[in-house]
C-alpha cells in the first residue's frame, strides 16, 4: 500500500517531541474527502497543545496543524460538496501537519485557484478569528477606537489589516522591533517593555477606546478594561495556558459584570464553529475575496517545509517570527526558500 508522511506529536514537551512517522495511504471513507496538503499554520495554539493544555485536543499521540490548503485526491462514498482536483480549506484543529489528511466533506470550503497556497492558509484561523471578533462580537464601526495587544503576531496583525479595512482608530502592544508591522496598518504602536499601555493611552485617548482586543491574558485583562469608555467591550481571544485559562476567563466575567458600563467576553474560534459552522462558511469566502482584491496582505513570518514541523515549532517558541508561520508542501518552496523570511 503507498504511504505519507505526517508529524505527530508524540509526548508532551519542546518542538523535538514531533516526530516524523508514516501511516497506509488508504481510500476514503464515506462522506470523507482525502486533501493532499499544500499548506498548513503553525502558531501558538499548536504550543498550547503540545504542552497538553488545550480543550479541544485530542489524546497525544495526534498530528497538530489547525488549518489546511489543499487539493482534494480522493472522495468516498456519497460526496457531492466537493470533487476530486478542488482546491479546498478546513478548519481542522489537528491533523494538518501532513502530506494527506482525510476529513469529511461537509467542512470543506473552495480556494480561488489564484490565491497563494501560504496567504490563503492564514486566512482560516487567524484571519477568521480578526473578522468574527471585529464584526460578528464588537460590530466595529468606522471612526471608532481600538487597542490591540499582541498585535504583532498572527491573530494581531490579521486584527490591525482588517481594522484598518472597516476604518478603526487603533493602537497596539508590540516589542519595538516589530513596529513597523503596526505602523503599515496606520496604528500606533506601543512598546510593553518601556511602556505602560494603560498610561499611554490614558493620555492619549483620555475619553477611553471603544474596544480592546486582548489576545495575551493575565494582567492584560484587567488593564484592557482600565482603558475602556463607558459602553466599551473589550474582547479576549488568547492566554498562555490551560492553567491561566481559567483564571483569564474569570477576569473577563468580573470586568463585564462590574457595575461601570463595560462588558467583555471571551471570543472562540473552535467552539464556535463546533456549534454552528454557518458563520465561519460565510465569513472565510469574504476573506478570500479581500485577499484576492489584494486588500489583505498576511505577513508571512517563515516558509517551512511540511514535515519541518519541530523546526517551525521552535522558530515560534524563540519569539522571533512575527505574522504566521506556514508549512509548506515541496512543491511549493524554491530552493531554500524554507529558511528565508519573506
Ligand atoms: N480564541 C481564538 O479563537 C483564537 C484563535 C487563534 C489564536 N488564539 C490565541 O491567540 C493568541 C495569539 O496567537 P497567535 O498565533 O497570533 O500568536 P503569535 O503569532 O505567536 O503572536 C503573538 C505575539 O506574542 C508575542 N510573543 C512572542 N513570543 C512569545 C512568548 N514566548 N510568549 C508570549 N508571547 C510571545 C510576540 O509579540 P512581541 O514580540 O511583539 O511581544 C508575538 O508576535 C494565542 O494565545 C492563541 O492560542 C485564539
Do not use: C, W
Not at 116 to 142: C, F, P
Not at 326 to 336: I, M, W, Y
Amino acid at each position: 500500500m503507498q504511504k505519507y508522511r505526517s508529524v505527530r506529536l508524540t509526548r508532551k514537551g519542546p518542538p523535538e517531541v514531533l516526530q516524523v512517522v508514516e501511516s497506509d495511504l488508504r481510500e476514503p471513507e464515506p462522506g470523507e474527502a482525502r486533501i493532499k496538503i499544500q499548506a498548513t499554520g503553525v502558531g501558538r495554539t499548536d504550543v498550547i497543545m503540545r504542552r497538553g493544555y488545550y480543550p479541544y485536543a485530542p489524546k497525544i499521540p495526534f498530528v497538530p496543524g489547525y488549518e489546511v490548503v489543499g487539493y482534494v485526491d480522493a472522495v468516498g462514498a456519497n460526496v457531492s460538496r466537493v470533487a476530486i482536483g478542488d482546491r479546498v480549506a478546513a478548519l481542522t484543529v489537528y491533523g494538518g501537519y501532513a502530506e494527506y489528511l482525510y476529513r469529511s466533506a461537509d467542512e470543506l470550503v473552495h480556494v480561488p485557484a489564484a490565491l497563494d497556497a501560504a496567504e490563503a492558509v492564514t486566512l482560516i484561523l487567524n484571519y477568521v478569528t480578526a473578522y468574527q471578533m471585529l464584526h460578528r462580537s464588537a460590530r466595529v464601526q468606522a471612526g471608532q477606537k481600538a487597542l490591540m495587544t499582541g498585535a504583532s503576531g498572527g491573530v494581531g496583525t490579521a486584527l490591525l489589516q482588517l481594522g484598518q479595512l472597516a476604518g478603526l482608530k487603533m493602537y497596539g502592544t508590540a516589542s519595538q522591533g516589530k513596529h513597523r508591522l503596526l505602523q503599515e496598518t496606520s496604528a500606533t504602536p506601543i512598546d510593553y517593555r518601556t511602556q505602560d499601555f494603560v498610561e499611554v493611552i490614558q493620555q492619549l485617548e483620555p475619553g477611553g477606546l471603544d474596544f480592546v482586543f486582548e489576545g495575551l491574558g493575565g494582567n492584560y485583562i484587567r488593564r484592557g478594561f482600565a482603558v475602556l469608555r463607558r459602553g466599551g467591550k473589550l474582547v479576549a481571544y488568547g492566554n498562555s495556558g490551560f492553567s491561566t485559562l481559567l483564571r483569564d476567563l474569570a477576569q473577563v466575567q468580573l470586568g463585564h459584570r462590574l457595575p461601570n458600563g463595560k462588558s467583555g467576553e471571551f471570543y472562540g474560534i473552535t467552539a464556535l464553529y463546533r456549534k454552528d459552522r454557518t458563520p465561519f462558511f460565510e465569513d472565510l469566502p469574504i476573506l478570500f475575496k479581500l485577499l484576492e482584491e489584494r486588500k489583505l496582505k498576511p505577513i508571512i513570518g517563515q516558509r517551512f517545509p511540511l514535515l519541518e514541523a519541530a523546526r517551525a515549532n521552535a522558530l515560534l517558541e524563540s519569539g522571533q517570527a512575527s505574522g504566521k508561520i506556514v508549512l509548506l508542501a515541496p512543491e511549493l518552496l524554491s530552493a531554500g526558500a524554507g529558511m528565508t523570511p519573506r
